[in-house]
Structures are given as structure tokens and as C-alpha cells.
């Protein structure tokens, strides 16, 4: 069975600092791993996703994500925090044998100090 | 182009009530699928549509059902509504049968649904 682990409820970083939200992941098969992002009071949106291509796969908004098979883990990163990334952030994983439904993490608070 | 539609994007219900919410996805977009979101609980898969039939569905009673038109467009139900059906009700759709894996799902805005 699939499952994902978002190792931060909580993030805080300083405005212009590194950002590393964590998350390791299960999946029995191959998976895709997906990050989103919420804003308040709105849907969810696509950052990146790795489907076993390149492991280091770059997305909108300067956010990159490593996937590591042998730690099972696909970590997401930015270089320099700003303020309208304040949101709250999810680790997706889906498998490819054929349940077409997400495995969504608990969820990341990115909190971005001026 | 247009992006995923949800109506209404609030809406108030009385304890025993039904409601029905709708998804419009993107124009091309055959998959559709909705996901019931809480603070408690978070993101849980309801149930996944592709060409009218539904092909998996999340563990929630059988007071929660939906149904995908031949256009696409998708609508779910919530019969006898409970305090803790409250949550925001977020549909997503995509390209093809496999496009959750390999393009991602588009998220509409959600309905906030709050059983009083």
C-alpha cells in the first residue's frame, strides 16, 4: 500500500534563506510523487512531479524536488524563500497499479519571516 | 483556458439535508475525481470518473455518491448530511486515463460546505 509522511507540520524560514520541506514516501510500485501548494481559502496547484524521469525535476515558482529511491524520500527545496510562498504544502504519491487516486501527505505550514 | 469549475463555492446545509455539488474540468479533460479535504482528516480520496464510469472509490458511506456526464462535467451527492460531512470538496481533473500519473491533476477551488 502506498502512503507518504510529511516530516514537518511546521516550517518557518527568513525571507531570502533556503527552504527544505521533507517527505518520505511507501509505494509497493513504481510511483509518482507529486507536490502541490494551498494558498487560504483556495485550491490546490502543481509545483512539480517526478514520473521516473529525470530525479531531480524543477518546477514553477524557482521549487525543486530530488527523488532518492534509496531513501525513499523526494524532498522538496528552494534557494531563497519569499514572502508569497507562505502556504501550506502537500506530498502526493501515486502508484502505477491502476488506483487512480492520490495519497496525499498531512501537509507542510511553510511560514516565510520578513 | 479555463480552468477547473466548481459551483457553488459555499454553501450552508441543515443537518439531514442533501446537497450536490458540481465540477466542470478542464475542456478536454476526461478523468475527474473529488477529494473531501478537513482539518482532522485531510485529503481523502472520494471517488475517481473516467467516460461515465466510476472506476475507484474512496472508504466514505454510500451517503456520499457521484456520477460524470457525457460531457465530462461530474456532480457528487451527500444525502442525510452529518456535523462532520463539513469540509471543503475539492474536484480535480485530467488529460487521459493515466494523466493523474503522468501530467497531474488540475484542482478546482473547492466547494466549503458547512452542515449547521
Known amino acids: 500500500a502506498q502512503s507518504v509522511t510529511q516530516l514537518d507540520s511546521h516550517v518557518s524560514v527568513s525571507e531570502g534563506t533556503p527552504v527544505l520541506l521533507r517527505c518520505n514516501y511507501s509505494s509497493s510500485y513504481s510511483p509518482s510523487l507529486f507536490w502541490y501548494v494551498q494558498h487560504p481559502n483556495k485550491g490546490l496547484q502543481l509545483l512539480l512531479k517526478?514520473?521516473?524521469?529525470?530525479?531531480l525535476v524543477k518546477g514553477i515558482n524557482g521549487f525543486e524536488a530530488e527523488f532518492k529511491k534509496s531513501e525513499t524520500s523526494f524532498h522538496l527545496t528552494k534557494p531563497s524563500a519569499h514572502m508569497s510562498d507562505a502556504a501550506e504544502y502537500f506530498c502526493v504519491v501515486s502508484d502505477s497499479s491502476g488506483t487512480y487516486k492520490y495519497i496525499f501527505g498531512t501537509g507542510t505550514r511553510l511560514k516565510v519571516l520578513a | 483556458k479555463a480552468g477547473v469549475t466548481q459551483t457553488p463555492r459555499y454553501l450552508i446545509k441543515t443537518r439531514g439535508q442533501q446537497v450536490t455539488l458540481s465540477c466542470s474540468p478542464i475542456?478536454?479533460?476526461?478523468?475527474v475525481s473529488w477529494y473531501q479535504q478537513t482539518p482532522g482528516q485531510g485529503l481523502q480520496f472520494l471517488f475517481e470518473y473516467f467516460s461515465e464510469t466510476q472506476r475507484n472509490k474512496g472508504n466514505f458511506p454510500g451517503r456520499f455518491s457521484g456520477r460524470q456526464f457525457s460531457n465530462s462535467r461530474s456532480e457528487m451527492n451527500v444525502s442525510t448530511l452529518e456535523l462532520g460531512d463539513s469540509a471543503l470538496y475539492l474536484c480535480?481533473?485530467?488529460?487521459?486515463?493515466?494523466?493523474?500519473?503522468?501530467?497531474?491533476?488540475?484542482f478546482g477551488s473547492g466547494t466549503r460546505l458547512t452542515v449547521v
Open positions: 475542456s478536454g479533460h476526461r478523468s
Open positions: 480535480a481533473s485530467s488529460l487521459d486515463q493515466r494523466g493523474y500519473l503522468t501530467y497531474g491533476y488540475t
Open positions: 517526478y514520473t521516473s524521469a529525470a530525479t
